[in-house]
């Protein structure tokens, strides 16, 4: 995730959005994006729920150029209205039923100025590879490494993600409980908002999204006031 080959293209997108405005990252944790972003000229804000997350980017480097405010990105509003708002990595998946996902649709159009972007960065779900009575399927593994999601009710689209990690120390796992969407659930809720789709990308290089991308970067703007 900090590696310069994600970090450098996601940065860069983000940057030609924010054009000559403000962004507001919403769940901004530790400031992997909000940090470099900031660092390019950018005046950044970001919303945070964990004050352990927001303490560490307060201890990092450029952190004094952040805004941090704590509360909930589905409900908190700051002061000011942002040429962009964006919410990276999975991070929609947090917010655990429709209606949460709808309301922080609705938050961050409420601080977009007209003309201005929201932006997702999430994956597909992976449904079709489940083979018929499974219920998990492995997204990633390597040496010390597996990791899989386990769908754990269907039509509420709730997941769990299972990470494994193996080293000198023992075997440890890790779960992150998460709600999937579907990008054409998401473009409703961008509607339902007052935001229109303007650019779909398989990823942050801009590749065309096609019906066999993992994930998307989708980009909604404000049409009306």
């Given at each position: ?5 994600v ?7 983000l ?11 919403l ?12 660092a ?12 352990a ?11 004094q150029?952040?805004?941090v ?6 409900t908190?509003r ?7 708002v ?31 972007c ?6 597909v ?6 083979p ?13 490494y597996?990791?899989?999601?386990r769908?754990t ?17 023992g ?8 709600r999937y ?14 935001l229109?789709?303007r650019?779909r ?11 066999e991308s993992?994930?998307?970067v989708?980009v ?6």
């Amino acid at each position: 995730m900090f590696d310069a080959d994600v970090l450098g293209p996601t940065v860069d997108v983000l940057e030609g959005l924010a054009d000559d405005g403000a962004a507001l990252e919403l769940a901004v944790g530790t400031g992997r994006v909000a940090l470099p972003l900031a660092a390019r000229g950018v005046p950044v804000s970001g919303i945070e729920l964990s004050t352990a997350m927001a303490e560490q980017l307060r201890a990092k480097d450029g952190a004094q150029r952040i805004a941090v405010t704590i509360g909930d990105m589905a409900t908190t509003r700051v002061e000011g209205a942002f040429r962009l708002v964006y919410l990276v990595y999975n991070t929609i998946g947090n917010l655990a039923t429709q209606d949460r996902q709808v309301a922080c649709f609705a938050n961050a159009a409420a601080h977009l100025e007209p003309g201005g972007c929201f932006v997702v960065e999430v994956g597909v779900p992976d449904l079709r590879r489940l083979p018929p009575g499974e219920d998990a399927v492995v997204f990633s593994h390597a040496p010390g490494y597996v990791g899989y999601d386990r769908y754990t009710d269907l039509v509420a689209q709730q997941a769990t993600s299972h990470h494994f990690v193996a080293d000198g120390s023992g075997t440890r796992e890790f779960t992150t409980p998460f709600r999937y969407v579907w990008p054409s659930e998401l473009d409703l809720m961008a509607e339902l908002s007052g935001l229109s789709r303007r650019d779909r990308w398989a990823g942050w290089d801009r590749s065309p999204f096609t019906g066999e991308s993992t994930s998307h970067v989708s980009v909604w703007e404000k049409t009306g006031p």
